[in-house]
């Protein structure tokens, strides 16, 4: 089912294009991938509610076919691409059903393979003429942009917090983004992180840090219903 992948997109140097197919290739060979290689085909599955609920599909076979067109021009619109396999899963399916224990069991795998193959923010530059490209590396970082590795520290120290402390941090997002929050369903909410600016996401991350530090509580004593993603998480509203 993996295919081969030519025409390495155009937008990003061939060694990151190598790791990228390491690391899809990786993550196909594992044996719990089998619903995340291709589209969802919820019609024949009976799941007429999908396309209601996921508003953007995607999958590993999608993933290959746009780097192959040469669609992507950064390391990290390739991350967030396959990222969203596991996201869509974990919004549409319940966190006790098998399913949903896959796509955790493939995200971690995912982190595994892209630290082991050391793919970082900094590898996902766009290819430019060489002083162009020594000009880029002298400005550093553009300073409006979230880098790839803050929204996951971000994410991960979400998954600490109390109740409380979740509750002020979606306040917050309502108050100084409100364009970043949308409604589920009655009882849920959904955050897109990458609908946050970089001075709303350091405030945010400020707010963050002072509740972890306040209101840490026992895992048994958390939110059930709450669902940390990594580029989305998924409250239960009050």
Same mark, same amino acid.
């Given at each position: 089912?993996s295919?081969?992948?030519? /025409?390495?997109?155009k937008g $990003?140097?061939k060694?990151?294009?190598?790791?990228?197919?390491? $690391?899809? @290739?990786? %993550?196909e060979?594992?044996?719990?991938?089998?619903p995340?290689r291709e589209?969802?085909?919820?019609?024949e599955?009976g !799941?007429?509610?999908?396309p209601?609920?996921?508003k953007?599909?995607? #999958? %590993?076979?999608t993933? *290959?076919?746009k780097?192959?067109?040469?669609k992507?021009n950064t390391?990290? +619109?390739v991350? /967030?691409?396959?990222?969203q396999?596991?996201e869509?899963c974990k919004?549409?399916n319940m966190?006790?059903?098998?399913i949903?224990k896959?796509?955790?069991?493939m995200?971690k $795998?995912?982190? *595994?393979t892209?630290?082991k193959?050391?793919?970082?923010?900094?590898?996902?530059?766009v290819k430019?003429?060489?002083?162009e490209s020594?000009e880029?590396? #002298?400005?550093?970082?553009? =300073?409006?942009?979230?880098p790839? +590795?803050?929204k996951?520290?971000?994410?991960e120290?979400v998954?600490?917090?109390?109740? +409380?402390?979740?509750?002020?941090l979606?306040?917050?997002?309502?108050?100084?983004? =409100?364009?970043?929050v949308?409604?589920? #369903? @009655?009882?849920?909410l959904?955050?897109? %992180?990458?609908?946050?600016?970089k001075e709303?996401?350091?405030?945010?991350?400020d %707010? !963050?840090?002072h509740?972890?530090?306040? #209101?840490? +509580?026992? =895992?048994?004593?958390r939110m059930?219903a *709450?669902?940390? !993603?990594l580029w *989305?998480?998924?409250?239960?509203?009050?």
């Open positions: 089912n295919g081969k992948m030519a /025409a390495p997109a $990003l140097k060694e990151v294009v190598q790791k990228i197919k390491s $690391l899809i @290739s990786a %993550l060979s594992d044996g719990q991938s089998g995340f589209p969802v085909n919820y019609i599955l !799941l007429l509610d999908y209601e609920i996921v953007h599909p995607m #999958d %590993l076979s993933v *290959k076919n780097l192959r067109k040469a992507y390391l990290e +619109e991350m /967030a691409d396959i990222q396999c596991w869509n919004l549409y966190p006790e059903s098998d949903y896959m796509a955790d069991h995200e $795998l995912c982190k *595994k892209i630290a193959l050391k793919i970082n923010a900094k590898d996902g530059k430019r003429d060489k002083e020594d880029d590396d #002298d400005m550093g970082a553009d =300073p409006s942009m979230v790839f +590795e803050e996951v520290k971000f994410t120290k998954r600490k917090l109390a109740p +409380e402390g979740l509750t002020q979606v306040k917050m997002v309502e108050d100084l983004c =409100p364009t970043a949308t409604d589920i #369903d @009655s009882k849920r959904q955050i897109k %992180l990458d609908d946050i600016d709303t996401f350091d405030k945010l991350s %707010l !963050l840090q509740q972890i530090q306040e #209101d840490l +509580e026992p =895992p048994n004593k059930k *709450k669902q940390i !993603l *989305k998480f998924i409250c239960q509203k009050k």
